[in-house]
């Protein structure tokens, strides 16, 4: 079946832009979940959604980035007025339930540079 | 410190070569993960655990929960085995997924 899908693939934006990244999890997944990873840098987390439950949004790295999931199901991650350091790898995953007892599956990422 | 220690960061193996990746971490967890990222980007989940002992073909995960580690071992490896390593832990019952720096791991024909 269908993975995980992200649009766009590549995102080249000046910088003080706006840009939305979207996430289309597996269907019938409930949990979603948003990544970044930066040049030369590990994996961090930003943002996970558990059902209709609030977001856990403690890895947003500023108040320039939120996000939002729509029906349960498509995530948009929208990052406002651009940094260069915003430039990253963003990374979707979804999970067929709570994060503790089910299996990550990833998308293939965006990768935003801001110039 | 780093709550997440991967080593070692880079690993070069002959094929064939039994192969292990180590991490230790030092908060409390609810799962364990290892994931695989090939070059090109795309991160694939290997095992999710949080006890005992899981296999999945050539590749092996342990932990020891009391000790806080967890090993994942690769039999016979293979050049298409080379990609970077990561371990991940999952601190509580939320998403937050805290990240290994991760190993590179490269298997030479």
């Known amino acids: 079946g269908a993975g995980v899908s992200q649009s766009p693939s590549n995102k080249v934006t000046e910088k003080g832009k706006d840009v939305e990244l979207r996430c289309d999890p597996i269907?019938?997944?409930?949990?979603l979940y948003w990544y970044r990873q930066s040049l030369g840098q590990g994996l961090e987390f930003l943002i996970y959604?558990?059902?209709?439950?609030?977001?856990?949004k403690s890895g947003l790295p500023s108040d320039r980035f939120s996000a939002e999931r729509t029906g349960g199901s498509v995530s948009t991650l929208t990052i406002q007025r651009t940094q260069q350091e915003d430039s990253a790898v963003y990374l979707c995953a979804s999970s067929l339930g709570l994060a503790r007892n089910n299996e990550q599956f990833f998308g293939p990422g965006t990768r935003l540079t801001v110039l | 410190k780093n709550e997440v220690e991967q080593s070692p960061q880079n690993l070069t193996a002959q094929e064939g070569e039994f192969i292990t990746i180590n991490c230790s971490y030092s908060?409390?967890?609810?799962?364990l993960h290892w994931l695989q990222q090939h070059p090109g980007g795309g991160i694939v989940s290997l095992f999710m655990?949080?006890?005992g002992k899981k296999k999945h073909g050539r590749l092996i995960a342990t932990i020891n929960i009391q000790e806080k580690h967890s090993s994942l071992h690769i039999t016979a490896s293979h050049p298409r085995d080379s990609a970077v390593y990561i371990c991940a832990v999952l601190g509580g019952s939320q998403g937050n997924l805290i990240f290994g720096k991760g190993t590179k791991l490269s298997v030479k024909p």
């Open positions: 655990l949080s006890s």
């Open positions: 269907s019938g997944h409930t949990a």
């Open positions: 959604f558990q059902g209709n439950s609030a977001p856990d």
């Open positions: 908060v409390g967890i609810s799962a």
